[in-house]
């Protein structure tokens, strides 16, 4: 797989370019992440036209249309943010970008609990910074996360679930892939699907069965909001556990005692949280490739490309 563009706040990859002169690199985007992704950074308040070092700002009024203000002087800065987020977004458009991560609770690019002060000057964190808010209404399905949420094993784990399932997805696109080809996505999906949000994996195959060639464009439409919508969901520990249970079904008649016990053993020490998930995942492919269980082996749950497998279960 060819390295995927992910739009990234510049400071996070150690630009000097916040209000007070300073970066807040991340090592995982860059030592680990950037390894495997092309890293196109933006900086909204120094490509805007603001300086370095430069007066601090926040977001002000209205939670849902707040305006950029500076934090002593009160200059709103909010036409000039989001007149220049207008011109960027349609360069960041020809990029093709697989994704974007915001720095946190920044005014201009924090995606979760940026704080907004009130007439009264009280901050409410519910606001979502002026770039951001347009990068999201102008890519509605770009995987989108903070730095500092990419931490967490299952924030993660959801963040780069999309990142390759879109990929993947234009992958299939650009080869001008038919009905077919939608029917082996989804199936190759259906048990990673399954980990996220298992109700919403009928939902996707009813759209795939309901195929033909006529309504293919029409069913790819409908298709890829519903799957990044179903990869939205955490993939939990319990519904990890189960999509194991079923992969495990497919050669249980096959497996040896002693082989069947050994499984089931790594499973709930994983389900105890004794092993990492790749345990258990390492385990039941080998047994797929032993048994010559091809359905299982196509899967992403159980195949995963080399990059995904690292950044997944990098601690």
Request: charged letters at 25%; proline letters at 5%.
């Amino acid at each position: 797989m060819q390295k995927i563009k992910l739009g990234v706040s510049s400071c996070l990859l150690g630009k000097k370019v916040r209000y007070d002169g300073q970066h807040k690199q991340d090592y995982y985007l860059t030592d680990v992440l950037g390894k495997f992704v092309e890293w196109v950074p933006v900086c909204p308040e120094v490509e805007c036209g603001l300086p370095v070092p430069r007066e601090a700002m926040h977001l002000a009024g209205a939670i849902d249309q707040p305006r950029l203000v500076t934090v002593n002087t009160g200059i709103d800065h909010t036409e000039r943010m989001t007149s220049w987020a207008g011109k960027k977004l349609a360069e960041l458009e020809k990029l093709n970008l697989g994704g974007f991560v915001f720095k946190s609770k920044s005014p201009s690019s924090g995606r979760f609990c940026v704080k907004v002060f009130n007439k009264q000057g009280i901050p409410e964190k519910k606001g979502v910074g002026l770039f951001a808010r347009e990068f999201i209404e102008k890519f509605p399905l770009l995987p989108v996360e903070e730095e500092g949420r990419l931490h967490d094993p299952m924030l993660r784990e959801c963040f780069l679930d999309k990142v390759f399932a879109l990929a993947r997805w234009r992958e299939y696109n650009a080869a001008n892939s038919q009905a077919r080809e939608l029917i082996e996505f989804h199936s190759r999906y259906k048990y990673l699907l399954m980990a996220h949000c298992p109700a919403m994996v009928s939902e996707l195959g009813r759209i795939v069965a309901t195929l033909d060639k006529q309504n293919v464009k029409l069913r790819k439409a409908e298709y890829l909001p519903l799957m990044m919508k179903a990869l939205d969901f955490r993939a939990t520990v319990a519904k990890h556990r189960n999509v194991m249970h079923h992969i495990l079904g497919y050669f249980k008649k096959q497996l040896t005692a002693w082989e069947k016990e050994e499984v089931l053993e790594v499973i709930e020490n994983y389900s105890a949280g004794l092993t990492p998930g790749l345990t258990p995942l390492v385990l039941l492919r080998h047994y797929a490739r032993k048994y010559e269980q091809l359905y299982l082996l196509e899967q992403y749950y159980l195949n995963p490309s080399s990059e995904e497998t690292m950044l997944k279960y990098h601690l």
